[in-house]
């Protein structure tokens, strides 16, 4: 436990900030303080996890690391785990017979533990691999046995996960009606679990179902609903399969130009990650496309390259050894099931003969009892012991858990301390309200103010994630707010966005990250009451005359993003009786109501053009009251943040 109080005293801590990644950084800090050998096992586990999506180079490495920790100390569960890992990162690469070859290791093991939920993942990542061998049959048959053993798992997410698996397969059958029915039982569980990392492969996987079947503009939607969460993830896997599809889809309706861009951004990726057969059906489809232009050098070029790639993956020897090891896969089930009926065989046998022999030793079964009250006894006793160890184990987490609560609610009174006090917005705009409701102890939605010379400034922001890392986000935001006004002198509120962008980017986007802010950055010049103002993904609401106005934004973020041109300056006259409010997403993207579903926009701007004639300290006891109602029993998703003003 002390390694995870480190863990997030990194993260609180803003002068330890790295331009590296923190996550991959914290864990290699406590593999290498960690003295418990199964825990630094699983630490490295954990790290080919994470390389797997963000950089597949190292994700191969730290799983040899975490095999080579699991056999040293004979850790049997370690040792499925990275087999595991190790299985995937050759599966994405197209190095199936060595990636079967794991994962047939990992699978037995967690056959032996009785893990069916582990199992399930196993036998859900054999039926990729088939999958990839285009051994249809074969993939059909182990994505069945994975939601078999999720049902015995009683794991939802298991058995949705083994549905992807199923609908590839029925994509590939030409069977796309089973394959949606598949699809949209894994986005159900996965979106009502909020599980947005594992819905962008199903929003993927409906997308080329639905390019396969010809309805592009469904395939289309789907491809651009998962495109952003992939990229919020960092999955460079799934980008690269995205761009894939999104070409395929551009290649069907003719738009050339964009499929090739599309292509050569997927290329790129899985050249990187040398994806070698991602690299494959890339060429393949590039071929097709300069075929279809009529540029026959180039598409000769990309067949050979593609004629390549298929000889490295489906060489003879490639093809011997999946053989062997199905082979000896199958052997192994038999001999299991051959050695099952033969111990029953046993047991019948040693049953009858124990029948025969309790008649004639009745005095060998009062011997019997006294062994087993013995026995029973000395178990006692050690259950005794045990119940001892495990009340101070129990305390020794408890007393953990409270440091890292400790720590966290120490982090909320310096976040508290760092966002605009009510009393100090007050004497600027006597006439507003505050409703901000973090979805953890921390947030990573923050109100920001300042004042430089007769301009007061007020920010409504939401950062990159929640929690703790949306903490660090929002004071690292704040920090680069101040210097621009109170440093550089920066005075138009697009020109603040543009410098706070242009830090971001430098400090902590060198390698893509798309980390950084949403917002609106108000200016209140207090001599001619004028207000300017820039909106980053977001727009500031007028209500003016009982009619609800949704006023100008720019669709990019202050941060890394594909959009990279200079923010607008926006200028607005505000009435006597004029309410503008700013707000980030989180309240409307709450899920509740009777469906579960989210509140929308639309709902939160009719919400708020009723109570808007109302007093201020009434709407603020509204929000939080409609809030409540509507996310009922669910888990509040999101930071939420809510102001309103009047300025006169």
Wanted: a positive charge.
């Amino acid at each position: 436990m002390k390694q995870i109080f480190s863990l997030l005293i990194i993260c609180l801590s803003l002068s330890s900030f790295s331009q590296k990644d923190n996550f991959a950084d914290s864990l290699i800090n406590l593999v290498n303080k960690s003295s418990v050998d199964t825990i630094k096992n699983y630490y490295y586990y954990e790290l080919a996890k994470y390389y797997q999506e963000t950089d597949p180079n190292k994700a191969e490495e730290c799983g040899k690391k975490s095999l080579d920790w699991a056999k040293k100390i004979n850790f049997r569960r370690g040792e499925a785990m990275a087999h595991q890992s190790l299985g995937e990162f050759n599966n994405a690469r197209g190095f199936y017979e060595i990636a079967l070859e794991s994962f047939l290791v990992s699978a037995r093991i967690y056959d032996q533990l009785k893990d069916y939920k582990k199992a399930s993942t196993v036998s859900n990542s054999i039926g990729n691999t088939y999958l990839g061998l285009e051994k249809f049959e074969k993939a059909l048959e182990f994505y069945t046995l994975s939601s078999e053993q999720a049902e015995k798992a009683n794991s939802k997410l298991a058995k949705a996960t083994a549905a992807v698996g199923l609908s590839s397969v029925y994509n590939k059958m030409e069977k796309y009606s089973e394959s949606v029915h598949e699809l949209h039982y894994s986005r159900g569980v996965f979106e009502n679990a909020n599980k947005d990392n594992f819905s962008a492969y199903v929003y993927a996987n409906m997308a080329e179902t639905y390019n396969l079947s010809g309805n592009l503009d469904s395939a289309s939607f789907y491809a651009r609903k998962s495109l952003p969460l992939m990229e919020r993830f960092n999955n460079r896997y799934g980008i690269c399969l995205i761009n894939q599809i999104l070409g395929n889809i551009d290649f069907s309706k003719d738009k050339l130009n964009s499929a090739l861009n599309y292509y050569f951004r997927s290329l790129q990726i899985a050249e990187e990650d040398k994806a070698v057969d991602n690299q494959k059906a890339i060429c393949l489809q590039i071929f097709k496309l300069f075929e279809k232009k009529g540029n026959a050098e180039q598409a000769l070029a990309y067949y050979k390259k593609y004629n390549n790639l298929k000889d490295s993956l489906y060489n003879g020897d490639s093809r011997n050894k999946l053989y062997e090891l199905q082979t000896k896969y199958d052997t192994e089930s038999k001999e299991k099931e051959n050695k099952l009926l033969v111990q029953d065989k046993e047991i019948a046998k040693k049953s009858l003969q124990t029948q025969r022999i309790m008649f004639y030793f009745i005095a060998g079964i009062l011997l019997l009892v006294f062994v087993f009250s013995y026995i029973s006894f000395k178990n006692l006793k050690k259950q005794k012991r045990m119940n001892i160890i495990l009340q101070q184990q129990k305390e020794l987490v408890e007393q953990s858990r409270k440091e890292i609560l400790d720590s966290i609610m120490y982090a909320k009174r310096i976040q508290t301390t760092i966002l605009a006090h009510k009393e100090f917005i007050s004497e600027n705009i006597s006439n507003n309200f505050i409703y901000f409701k973090p979805k953890d102890i921390v947030s990573g939605d923050f109100y920001w103010a300042t004042q430089k010379n007769n301009l007061f400034y007020l920010a409504v922001c939401d950062s990159t994630g929640h929690g703790v890392p949306g903490a660090f986000m929002s004071l690292l935001s704040i920090s680069f707010l101040n210097e621009a006004i109170g440093e550089k002198n920066i005075l138009k509120p697009n020109e603040v966005f543009n410098y706070v962008r242009q830090k971001l980017i430098d400090n902590i986007s060198k390698e893509g990250q798309k980390d950084g802010f949403d917002g609106i950055l108000l200016c209140l010049n207090k001599d001619t009451k004028e207000i300017t103002y820039s909106a980053a993904n977001n727009r500031p609401v007028l209500i003016r005359e009982n009619q609800l106005i949704e006023l100008s934004g720019d669709r990019m973020p202050v941060g890394y993003g594909e959009r990279k041109e200079d923010f607008t300056l926006h200028s607005i006259k505000l009435d006597k009786a004029d309410t503008l409010y700013l707000f980030t997403d989180g309240y409307a993207d709450q899920f509740g109501g009777p469906k579960g579903k989210k509140l929308m926009y639309k709902k939160l701007h009719e919400f708020l053009l009723n109570i808007s004639g109302t007093t201020f300290e009434n709407q603020t006891i509204a929000l939080g009251e409609n809030f409540d109602s509507w996310k009922g029993n669910l888990e509040q998703v999101d930071d939420v943040c809510v102001i309103g003003l009047k300025v006169a």
